[in-house]
Structures are given as C-alpha cells and as structure tokens.
C-alpha cells in the first residue's frame, strides 16, 4: 500500500465561522478542493465488482469548506449543509445523515481510533456534486483530517488512508496535495510531478451522473481505441507543456457516461464548437474541462460558455 507523503494541516476556524456555532471548543477548518482526471483507463472489472484503474487525478483551486467543532454528545455527527451546492441537480438537498460521506467518514474514524466523540461540522458546498470531481470525497477526507485534530487522536497517515480507503476509492487521494497517479480502485496513491499549475475550464451540464451506473454502463460501451497505458500523460505532466497534456487526455468512462445520459453528448456537441479547447469528462462526470493557455483565455471561454446557458462554467487552475 501507498500511503501519501503530505496532507494538509486544520487551521483554527475564522471567528465568524466560530460564531455559527455556540459550543465552548474552538472550531478547526480545511478547504476541500476537487479534483479532475487527466487520464483515466479502466483495466477490468474485478470479483469484487470494482475497477481496476489507472487515473492521473489533480486538485483544482475550486473548493468546498469543511469546519468542525469537537462536542461532548457522544457519538454523533450533527451536519450542517450551506453553499451554492447545498442541493443535487435534481433539487435534493446534500443528505446531513449517513449517506453523506462526512458522517460516514466520522463513524469510521471513530471505530478505528476506538473512540465515542462528536462533531458538529460545517459544509459550505462551493463544488457540484454527481460530477465527477470528488466534492463528497474531498468534503470526507477533510472531515478526517479535522476530526483526527480535534478529537486529538494523533493517528499516523497509514491508519487515516485505511479510514479513507474504506469511506470511498477517491477519498485517499485527498489525503495529500498535488497531482498523483491512482491505481487500483484509486485507493493506491503515488505523487506525480507536473510542471506549473495550469489554467483550466469546468463546466458542469445541469445533469447529474451516478458512478455506479457509469460503471456498469461500461459493460456494453467501451468506446473506440486499445488500452491505454499512462506514460505519455505522465511524460506529458512532467514536461509542463499544456498542449502536449491536452492531447493526452483520456477518459474510458466517456462513452459509457454519453450512452446514460443523452443531454451529456449534446452538451459535449455544444463544448467542441466553443472556442478551439479540448474537452474531456471528468471521472464518471457529468462535469467537463479543459486546460487553456492563460488564465484570460480561460475566463473568456468561462464567460461566453454562461452566455450560451451552461449554468456553471469557472476558470481555475490545476493545483
Ligand atoms: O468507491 P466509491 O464508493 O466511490 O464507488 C462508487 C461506485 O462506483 C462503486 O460502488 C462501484 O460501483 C463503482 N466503482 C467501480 N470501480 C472503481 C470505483 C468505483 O466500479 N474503481
């Protein structure tokens, strides 16, 4: 097993986060970046029912923010959902209970560490969610993080990867900072260097995708070309030239996600006629991106894609 190098360090939350909460203890926070697959192929479907895979995952400079406060009501997680995202496309809101991966993450941490404390936590959602940018991931690895810090546990990076590992196969990836290469479920994180935090587009088309049924569409779509193997995008990253990254970017599940989700390829049709950039699907989507030469070129094609009604189109950068 890989266990990442880096992770970052909870700061004291701002006081006017602190006064969102009356509890006495001080809160702690954490930025929760998403991530975009620069290269993913998936290898085969194991007995477990998961994919084997090889992904070049990096972090955006598009984040959620996680708050947590310590509180003495036992075992419980009391989760509080704000932020442009606080709803699914559909209009659901983000779920505060088990079925979101912060509390889940939370009950995890507390069997491996053997402890019964609470958290109150904060989560302004600022990413979309089903789209393929491991908000949910990233929001449960903080909270990992936060919780190891405040209820003073002290645990050593291999436990909080396996906690991690077992929450969700993006949450690992989160556990450190830049861009890596995924393997295995994507549990199995391996830094990779890449040369200059490039600037990007995401647009993210008003439907949403769920994971499980983008895998399990890949059964029966493939979509065109051999296996791919990483070197050239590895090579490519390393290299720091943002059309040479470009066109190594790849995505097995992109031809399964169109085949679910028909308003996906129109939305795709509509990115290939703006603005001469490459677009490729993020994870199992439904969230697209390109890399771009500047930081103005990125805004430029942010602005005129909200012009032509994609709600969410943002220019940021890789890292
Ligand atoms: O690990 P996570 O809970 O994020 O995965 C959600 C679903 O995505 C899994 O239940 C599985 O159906 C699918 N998946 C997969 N292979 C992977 C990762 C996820 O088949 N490597």
Same mark, same amino acid.
């Given at each position: 097993m890989t266990v990442p190098p880096r992770r970052p360090t909870p700061l004291p939350a701002p006081a006017a986060a602190d006064s969102i909460d009356r509890s006495a203890e001080p809160g702690w926070t954490l930025p929760a970046p998403a991530k975009l697959n620069l290269f993913l192929e998936v290898r085969h479907r194991r007995e477990d029912g998961?994919?084997?895979?090889?992904?070049?995952? +990096?972090?955006?400079?598009? !984040?959620?923010?996680?708050?947590?406060?310590?509180?003495?009501?036992?075992?419980?997680?009391?989760?509080?959902v704000v932020g442009p995202f606080a709803k699914t496309p559909d209009g659901t809101p983000i779920p505060?209970?088990?079925?979101? @991966?912060?509390?889940?993450? @939370?009950? *995890?941490?507390?069997?491996? +560490?053997?402890?019964?404390?609470?958290?109150r936590v904060l989560l302004e959602?600022?990413?979309?969610?089903?789209?393929?940018?491991?908000?949910?991931?990233?929001? +449960?690895? +903080?909270a990992i993080l936060l919780a190891n810090h405040a209820w003073e546990l002290g645990l050593p990076d291999r436990d909080l990867h396996e906690v991690a590992a077992s929450v969700g196969s993006d949450v690992p990836f989160f556990l450190q900072t830049?861009? !890596?290469?995924?393997?295995?479920?994507?549990?199995?994180?391996?830094?990779?260097?890449?040369?200059?935090?490039?600037?990007?587009?995401?647009? *993210?088309?008003?439907?949403?995708?769920?994971?499980?049924?983008?895998f399990d569409a890949l059964a029966e779509d493939r979509g065109p070309g051999p296996m791919r193997t990483?070197?050239?995008?590895?090579? !490519?990253? /390393?290299?720091?030239?943002?059309?040479?990254?470009a066109r190594q970017q790849f995505n097995r599940l992109e031809n399964a996600a169109m085949r679910l989700a028909g308003g996906l390829?129109? /939305? /795709? !049709?509509? @990115?290939?006629?703006a603005g001469g950039l490459e677009w490729m699907l993020t994870g199992s989507g439904s969230a697209m991106f390109a890399l771009a030469p500047s930081d103005r070129a990125?805004?430029?094609a942010a602005q005129r894609l909200r012009q032509r009604g994609f709600d969410w189109a943002v220019?940021?950068?890789l890292g």
């Amino acid at each position: 097993m890989t266990v990442p190098p880096r992770r970052p360090t909870p700061l004291p939350a701002p006081a006017a986060a602190d006064s969102i909460d009356r509890s006495a203890e001080p809160g702690w926070t954490l930025p929760a970046p998403a991530k975009l697959n620069l290269f993913l192929e998936v290898r085969h479907r194991r007995e477990d029912g998961f994919h084997e895979l090889e992904t070049v995952m +990096a972090p955006v400079r598009v !984040a959620d923010r996680v708050t947590l406060w310590r509180t003495d009501r036992g075992p419980e997680t009391e989760l509080r959902v704000v932020g442009p995202f606080a709803k699914t496309p559909d209009g659901t809101p983000i779920p505060t209970d088990d079925h979101n @991966l912060v509390c889940r993450a @939370l009950e *995890k941490l507390r069997q491996m +560490a053997g402890v019964d404390q609470g958290a109150r936590v904060l989560l302004e959602k600022r990413v979309p969610s089903e789209a393929g940018m491991g908000g949910g991931s990233s929001d +449960a690895t +903080a909270a990992i993080l936060l919780a190891n810090h405040a209820w003073e546990l002290g645990l050593p990076d291999r436990d909080l990867h396996e906690v991690a590992a077992s929450v969700g196969s993006d949450v690992p990836f989160f556990l450190q900072t830049g861009t !890596a290469v995924c393997r295995g479920r994507g549990e199995q994180v391996e830094p990779l260097t890449m040369r200059s935090s490039h600037p990007c587009v995401i647009v *993210k088309p008003t439907i949403g995708l769920s994971t499980k049924a983008v895998f399990d569409a890949l059964a029966e779509d493939r979509g065109p070309g051999p296996m791919r193997t990483l070197s050239d995008m590895v090579a !490519a990253a /390393a290299g720091g030239d943002w059309r040479a990254i470009a066109r190594q970017q790849f995505n097995r599940l992109e031809n399964a996600a169109m085949r679910l989700a028909g308003g996906l390829r129109d /939305a /795709a !049709a509509r @990115l290939a006629t703006a603005g001469g950039l490459e677009w490729m699907l993020t994870g199992s989507g439904s969230a697209m991106f390109a890399l771009a030469p500047s930081d103005r070129a990125a805004r430029t094609a942010a602005q005129r894609l909200r012009q032509r009604g994609f709600d969410w189109a943002v220019a940021t950068r890789l890292g």
